[in-house]
């Protein structure tokens, strides 16, 4: 019996960062609603769907700073597949001071001034959308952040995880390399521990899925791997541990029981934890509805709905390819060109 091969390379890049886009554009419609007033405005269930929404739809900040990680990182290789050595956490700073001008927030002088690419003349990134405070905060300084002397030393918003599916989308390099750049990216802003480890752990999940894994094996090959770091934060592994377990022992969680056992997500950890438990507590049959469902119970609660909706999406899309997008959603989703206009840029350095 012939076994059904599963997404290409390609597929899941591009669903990833669509997948991500789309998660985050539901809930940021929502994002610092009271469950109870999501309840008022759309009924008990919740948000479920774009067509519930009245007028247009936009995503946050949180795809903005994942398209800037993905330049970042295209930079970098860019300078690699010239034979140039490059610096890629030099090169994500710089493409994450240009993410800061484009919010109209000025750097120190000290702060060198990038030269503009390609995603700089995307006028839909320069729409200011409820940026974190610690990734203003940390960017304007014009100090870039190292692992030694990371930025913000006691944050740990969840700014370093939302921005960080891109790290495990490079092909061809190994889980230890995924995890140090994903934590170095994350000095750059956010220096606490648990932001830093949240970032390497949700990276290696993406890596893990592209590498043809299952959602349960990915997330927890990826806590195994954060947790032999040197580097410590008790709580992420908690949390992660908790999302695993209540996944199969108590897959029907409400809104307020969800935030009450994993958080709403404002902190880096929770904010992985309850995107993980939205994902793996409604697998199971069609991609399209999965994703629906996914979607839907990671936006619907009192917290930061767009950052672990936009995790959601991101996990299914590197899971599934573009067979999980559901067409109607895709139709209204803001500058797809755009989010696809990066995901060629990516593939185009990483395989030719």
């Avoid at 007028?55 to 860019?78: C, I, N, P, R, W």
């Avoid at 599934?320 to 067409?327: F, Q």
Wanted: proline share 5%; aromatic share 6%; glycine share 12%.
């Amino acid at each position: 019996m012939s076994v059904a091969a599963g997404p290409s390379f390609e597929s899941r890049v591009h669903a990833t960062l669509l997948g991500g886009a789309l998660g985050d554009s539901l809930g940021y419609a929502v994002e610092f609603d009271s469950i109870g007033a999501i309840r008022a405005r759309f009924g008990d269930g919740g948000l479920k769907t774009f067509g519930q929404l009245d007028g247009g739809t936009h995503f946050s900040d949180d795809t903005q700073m994942t398209l800037y990680t993905v330049d970042g990182l295209v930079e970098a290789l860019e300078w690699a597949n010239d034979g140039v050595a490059a610096d890629e956490v030099a090169c994500l700073w710089l493409a994450y001071l240009r993410w800061l001008a484009t919010q109209e927030v000025a750097a120190s002088p000290s702060a060198p001034v990038p030269q503009p690419r390609w995603i700089d003349l995307q006028d839909v990134l320069h729409q200011r959308r409820a940026p974190g405070n610690a990734c203003l905060s940390g960017l304007a300084t014009g100090e870039m952040g190292t692992a030694a002397r990371p930025i913000n030393p006691e944050s740990k918003g969840c700014g370093t995880v939302m921005r960080s599916a891109p790290f495990g989308l490079v092909p061809h390099i190994a889980p230890e390399a995924v995890a140090k750049l994903s934590m170095d990216a994350a000095s750059l802003t956010h220096g606490h521990p648990s932001a830093r480890l949240s970032a390497a752990a949700f990276s290696l999940m993406i890596h893990n899925l592209v590498a043809g894994q299952e959602l349960r094996d990915a997330a927890a090959n990826a806590l195994g791997h954060v947790e032999g770091l040197p580097l410590k934060a008790p709580e992420l592994v908690d949390r992660l541990q908790d999302a695993l377990r209540l996944s199969t022992e108590a897959p029907g969680l409400g809104p307020e029981e969800l935030t009450t056992a994993l958080g709403e997500g404002w902190i880096a950890e929770e904010a992985l934890a309850v995107g993980l438990y939205a994902v793996l507590s409604t697998a199971g049959g069609d991609p399209e509805e999965h994703f629906r469902e996914a979607v839907a119970l990671a936006v619907n609660h009192s917290g930061d709905s767009d950052s672990t909706g936009s995790i959601a999406g991101n996990l299914l899309g590197a899971f599934y390819g573009e067979r999980c997008l559901p067409a109607d959603w895709m139709h209204a989703l803001e500058a797809p060109d755009v989010i696809r206009g990066m995901a060629e840029r990516l593939l185009a350095v990483t395989t030719g």
